[in-house]
């Protein structure tokens, strides 16, 4: 049974960082593309992150390029979202996913598996 585990969020004042992990269970990190999604109250799921199969190339949504950093560690079978220079409208439920066609999509219709989604809101 697969499934992606996602550490919790929580509230960071405007300038600040965090840094998001997921791991996975029965899944192998190593075989599969992983992305970074995000949906704010009301809106729709968008593209943050995401690495090709085996994390050859990195690809970032504009809105986060220069401040997210997106890694993993195969050995761990988990993925790293670092989040630096927070601003108040990178508030929104985040989420990991995983690929197995390894494509490092920005679309959300590759991703088969999924991680609960976790809370981090920024204060200005």
């Known amino acids: 049974h697969e499934q992606l585990v996602g550490s919790l969020g929580g509230l960071v004042p405007a300038g600040g960082s965090l840094r998001l992990s997921c791991a996975s269970s029965?899944?192998?990190?190593?075989?599969?593309?992983s992305g970074w999604f995000r949906q704010a109250p009301g809106k729709e799921r968008d593209f943050v992150a995401a690495d090709t199969w085996g994390g050859g190339r990195t690809y970032y949504a504009d809105s986060v390029k220069g401040r997210f950093t997106a890694s993993r560690d195969n050995a761990k079978n988990t993925v790293y979202l670092q989040m630096n220079n927070l601003k108040h409208e990178d508030t929104a439920v985040y989420y990991c996913?995983?690929?197995?066609?390894?494509?490092?999509?920005?679309?959300?219709?590759?991703?088969?598996?999924w991680g609960q989604g976790t809370q981090v809101t920024v204060s200005s």
């Open positions: 029965g899944l192998t990190f190593s075989s599969h593309a």
């Open positions: 996913a995983a690929d197995h066609l390894g494509t490092g999509s920005a679309n959300i219709k590759p991703y088969d598996y």
